[in-house]
C-alpha cells in the first residue's frame, strides 16, 4: 500500500461524522478539508478526522490536485452533482447510497464516472460487516452449490419524518434497496419481481401515498426463488435477516445477541436486540472505507461500483412499479 | 373426564403405528379394533395399542355399536369415505389430513360430518407442539397487539416417490397446507393469495406437472402480509420456520438444536437439526390425540374442525391456481 | 425382544405414577401389580399402567412366580429391602436412586443382588437424555481424544421441605449425587474430591447441618481435573450444565430454551426455562425404563448397575466428608 | 472534554501497535511520542498512532513537560520502572497488567503512584467488554440481588512459548489473573482460594515447574463461593465465560458466536468462535483507553486502578501457594 493518500469529506452530518471517526483510523488517510455548506458542522467534524483544514465550498475541494479521493455525505438530492464534478476533477469517490432516487440521474453520473475512468464506490456498507463478508466468501467457494431460495428481512425501529419520507423515493427505493443489493451480491442477478405494500402503522406513509409494509418476490436470472420482507416500525430494534439457501445446505446472518450476555430470571431468559444501523452496522461502515482505500492504494476496482449502484436501484424501481401496477414486473423493463 | 372409552384405529401404515403408540398410552382410551385391508399390518401395530382385536374390514368396525370414536390414517383417497361412513355410524372421527386432495370431495364429506353432528378433528398436528400452542397463547393473549407480518417455511428432507407426487395434490396441497393452516392459526383468515414455483432439482416434480419449490404470498382479511417459502428437499433436515411480527414485538417458532448439545472443536461449535416430521413433531402427534379425547370426555368441539379443514385447503387451491394462471387470486374465488 | 414381560410396579406416588404412564407405554410389558401400602393410591395409578391388580402388600409380588420384574419406586428408606426381596424371589429390579443413604446398606443389599444374579439397573435417568446419550456416543468414539477438565451445575428451582432435608443423607448424597454420576459416565472414575459448602439462603438447610449451596473439586483417576457447582435454589428454574472439555474440544450438554420460540418484544428477547426434573428429563424416565426391559429382553445387563449405584454414592460420602473435615479426601478413603 | 492531552506511547511491540490503532482514534489525543528501545519498533507504529515524533530513550518522554499521560505496554519486567518514573515526572499512567509479578514490587510501584498522586489505571480490558460492563451495570442496579455463585473459565488457544512461560510467574498470575479480576469486579473481594493444578499437554509447563490447567475455589468475603477454571490450550479457539448467580437469577457472559451467521448443511449447524483475545476483545482494549482519557479530562479517578491491581495479584499469590502447598489460604496471609 502508499504512504499517503489525501482525501476530503464532503458532508459534515450524521453520516459524515461517521465517516469522519473512521478516516481518522486509516494510518495512510490525510484528511485535506472537511467540507459543508454549514461552516459549523464542519468545524465540529474536522477534529474527528483529524483534518487539516474546513471550507463551506465544495469548489475548494474539487480545485485542490492534493486530494486523489473524496468521500460524499451530503444530502441525497446533491450526490449525483458531487460525483460528477469530483469524477470531472479525476478524483475517486466514495459516495453514500444512492446516487440519486431515479434511474435517468443514476444513469447520468455515472455516465460522468465512467467517462473520467475514476475509482468509484456506493455505500451498501453491509457486504462487509462479518457476517455478510464470510457468507460470501463460502458461497464463492461453493459451500452450498446452486442456490435455490433467497431470504432477506429489513425492519427499521421506526419510521423516519413525514419529511423525509416524502423525498426519500418510497420504501422500495429508500428502505429495501438494501436487502436487493443484499440478493445480487449474494444469490445473483434479478429477473423479475412482485410486490404487495400495506399502510399499517404510519400515516406519515399514507399521507405521502407511500406503505410502511412490504412484501417482495423475487425471480433470480438462475431461477432461484427470493422474497424481501420490510417494515418501517419494529419496537424490538433493527432487524435484518438474510437467509441463503442453496442444494448443500442453508446460511443465515442475523446479529443477535447484542452482547454477549444472557440474562435469566423468572421468566425465563432475556437477551438484548440491536437498535439501529449504526450499532448494527458500525464495524461494516469503517470496513467499507478500509476497502475503498485499499484499492486505491493497490490500483484495483473498488466494488460494489458503478454497476451495483445501478442494478440494485433498478430493482427497487421495478418493485415499485409492480406495486402501484399490481402485477410482476421484469427488471428488463426498466427504462435507464 | 369419563373411564372409559372405546376406539378403533382405521390404517395401519407408518402413521398408524405412531398413533397406536399413542393410544395406548391414555389410560381412559380402550382400542377394541386395529383395521386394515393388509392383515398383516394390522397384527403388527395391534400389540402396539394394546388393541382387542384386528379386522380388515371397515364395516366391522362401523358396525360396533360399543365404538365411539375412529381414527382414521387409511391413504388420502379413502379418507372422506371413511369420515361418511363414520359419521353415519355416529362415532366420533379423528382424520389424518387432508380430507381429499380436491374441494369438492372434502366439502361433502364435512356435509356429512356436520348432517351427523359427529365430533371432527383434522390432522394439523403442529398446533399441539409446543412452540406453536405456547405462540398460540401469547398471541390470544395480545402480546404483540396487531399483526402486520407473517412467514413461515417449510422445507422437507427430500422429495416423495414419483408415485407419491402424482397423486398428491401438487406442492401447495400437499406440503404447504401446514404452512397455510399455521398462518390461518396464528394470523387470521386469508384473502388472496400470490404464488411462485418452480423446478430446482426433482424431475418427478417436473415429469407431473409440479414444482419442487414455491414461494406464496399471502393477503390476509386484516390487511397483514404474510409468505411462506417451500422447498421439496432441504440436506440438513427438516426446517420448519415460523414468524409472527405484530405491533408489540414478534414471536419466533424454530426448532433448533435437535438435542441440548453443542460441540465444539477446531471448526467451530456445531448443534444437530431436525430430521423429519416424526422426531421434530412426535410429541405434537400425541398432543393431539390428547386433546381430541379430551374433547370427546369433556363434550366439547374439536380443534381444528371441519372448518380448518376446509378453509386450509382453500388457500392451497387458490395457491395451486395462482401458480398456474400466474395472478393473485381471492379466496372468495375459489368455489367450493 | 420377547413378546412379553410380566411387571410390577411398587410404590404408586409421584414418580411411581410417572414409571406408571410409561410403563402402559411398552407394548410388550404387562403391568401384574400396582403395590402400595396406600391401596388408594394404587388404585389411582393403576389405570395409567393399565395394570391387571392392585395390592398394598409387597409379599404378594414377592410371591408371585410369573412376575419377572419389579419396579421399585417407594420412599428412600426401604428401597434397599425391596431390593433385597425382590432378588432374593429372582425378580429382575429396577430402583430409584438411591438404594441406601449410606454405603453399608447400599453394599448389603447390592450383594443379595449380585448374590442371586438378577438384572439390575439404578434410576440415574440423565444418562438417557438425548443430550447426555449423545454426548457419550461421541466421547465413545474418540470425539475429544483426551479428557482435561469436566463441570458441571445442578440448581433445583426450590429447596424440599426440612422434613425430607432431615432425611436425604445432604446435599451432597440428595442432589449432588446425579452430577458425580455424570462426571463417572462421561469423563471417568474419579480418584479425589474437595467441598465447600454455604448456607445462603436456606433456615431449614442450617436447621438439619446441611448445606444449600456448594462446590466440589474433582481429580479424576486419569488425572483430569473436574468441578461441579450446586445449589437449592434457581429462581429461573431447573439448571442442569454439562462440559466434557478434552484435547480435541468440547461437549456442552444445556438444556435451552425449553420451548422452541423466541419471543422479541422492547426489552430484547425472551425464552423459556425448563421448571423441573419432569420438564427437563420426562422423556429420559421413559428411556431408561425401555433400556431396562429391552436388556431383560435380550439377556444383557442392565446399565446403570450395581457398580455405577455403589462408586457413584461414595462420591457423595467422600464429598460429604471433604466439607466437614475441610481436607481432600481420596475415595479410597471410603471404607465400604 | 478538554479539546486536547498530549500522550507518549512507551512500548511498540504486539499490543503497544493495537494501541497505537487506538490512540489515534480518539480525536482530542495527540501522541507527542512512540518510545521503544528498538527503535525500528518505534517507527513502524509511530504512523498508526498518528506521533509526533519517536525516540528509543524513556527519559525523552519523562523529560517532556507537555506530555501529560503515558500508556505503558513495554515487557512485564519493565512496568514498574516505568511506572516509578512516569509518577515521579507527574505523568498520569496506564498500564498493561501486570505491574509486577510478584506482590513486594507491585506494592513499591503503587506507592509512588500514590505519593506522586498520579491518575492510573491497569489493564484489565474485559471490564470494558460490552457484556462485562452490561453485566456490572445490572449487578450494581440489583438484578440479581445477593450473588451466592461465582464461575469463570479463561482457556487459551494455546500454550505461550517456554521461555515466555519461564518468566511468566505461573499460570495462576498470569493467565487465570483476568479471571480473578472478573471475580472482584462482578462479585467483590475474595477471602480465601484452594487451587488444583495438573499438567496435561504441556512438556514446556512441567519443565518450567508450572501447571497448563487448573482449577481454583474462592470463598468471597460475602460468604458466596466460586470457581475458576483454566486452560493454556482449547482447539476450538479462546474461550472465556463468565456467571454470575443470584437470589434472582443469574447472568452469564459468554461470546459466541464469533460472527452472526449459522451454516446449515447434512451435519447440522455450525457456528464460528473467536480465536484469541484481540478479536475477542479487541473492541474493550479501545473502549478502556477511552475511559482512561475520558477520566483525565473530567479529573475523576480512573478504574481499574492501583487497588485493583494489588488485590487482584493478591488472589493470583494466594491461588500458587494453595497450589504448591495444597491448602486452603486466606488472601490476609498474603504478606505484601
Redesign the interface.
Known amino acids: 500500500m502508499r ?1 499517503k493518500i489525501t482525501v476530503a469529506l464532503i458532508g459534515a452530518g450524521r453520516i459524515g461524522l461517521e465517516h469522519a ?1 473512521n478516516l ?2 486509516f ?2 488517510v490525510q484528511v485535506a478539508l472537511v467540507c459543508d455548506p454549514v461552516i459549523e458542522a464542519a468545524k465540529r467534524v474536522s ?2 478526522a ?1 483534518a487539516a483544514g474546513i471550507t463551506d465550498a465544495p469548489e475548494e475541494v474539487f480545485a485542490r490536485g492534493d486530494i486523489e479521493a473524496v468521500v460524499v455525505c451530503t444530502p441525497t438530492n446533491t450526490h449525483a452533482e458531487m460525483i460528477e464534478r469530483a469524477a470531472t476533477s479525476k478524483k475517486a469517490v466514495f459516495c453514500e447510497k444512492p446516487v440519486a432516487l431515479d434511474l435517468k440521474r443514476t444513469r447520468e453520473a455515472l455516465e460522468v464516472v465512467r467517462a473520467n475512468g475514476v475509482p468509484f464506490q456506493i455505500g451498501f456498507q453491509r457486504r462487509f ?3 455478510y463478508a ?2 460470501k466468501r ?1 458461497l464463492d467457494a461453493g ?1 452450498l452449490g ?1 442456490i ?2 433467497f ?1 432477506a ?1 429489513g ?1 427499521d425501529p421506526g419510521p423516519p419524518p413525514r419529511e423525509y419520507l416524502a423525498k426519500s423515493g418510497g420504501l422500495f427505493i429508500d428502505q429495501a434497496i438494501h436487502e436487493f443489493d443484499l440478493a445480487r451480491f449474494l444469490a445473483g442477478e434479478v429477473d423479475e419481481v ?1 410486490a ?1 405494500g ?1 399502510v ?2 404510519s400515516e406519515d406513509a399514507a399521507a405521502v401515498g407511500d406503505v410502511d ?3 417482495t ?1 423475487l ?1 433470480f436470472k438462475s ?5 424481501i ?1 420490510n ?1 418501517r ?4 430494534g433493527y ?1 435484518i435477516v438474510t437467509e441463503i ?1 442453496g ?27 440491536f437498535h439501529f444501523f449504526m450499532d448494527r452496522f458500525g464495524a461494516a461502515f469503517r470496513a467499507e472505507l478500509e476497502a475503498f482505500f485499499h484499492c486505491l492504494a493497490e490500483g484495483t476496482e473498488p466494488s460494489p461500483g458503478v454497476a451495483d449502484a445501478l442494478e440494485s436501484l433498478k430493482i427497487s424501481v421495478a418493485a415499485t412499479t409492480s406495486w402501484k401496477e ?1 402485477r ?1 414486473v421484469k427488471i428488463s423493463e426498466i427504462a435507464v
Chains 1, 2, 3, 4 share one sequence.
Not at 431461477?223 to 422474497?227: H, Y
Not at 446460511?251 to 432475556?270: C, F, M
Open positions: 504512504d471517526k481518522a483510523s494510518p495512510e477534529p474527528l483529524r460487516d462479518t457476517g464470510e457468507a463460502r459451500a446452486r435455490d431460495q431470504r428481512v425492519r412482485y404487495w400495506a399499517r402503522f409494509t412490504a412484501t418476490l425471480r431461477g432461484a426463488l427470493g422474497v420482507e417494515s416500525r419494529a419496537v424490538y432487524d439457501f442444494m448443500n445446505g442453508k446460511i443465515v446472518v442475523q446479529a443477535e445477541p447484542k452482547t454477549p450476555l444472557r440474562h435469566y430470571s423468572e421468566s425465563g431468559y432475556q437477551m438484548d436486540h399490481g410482476p
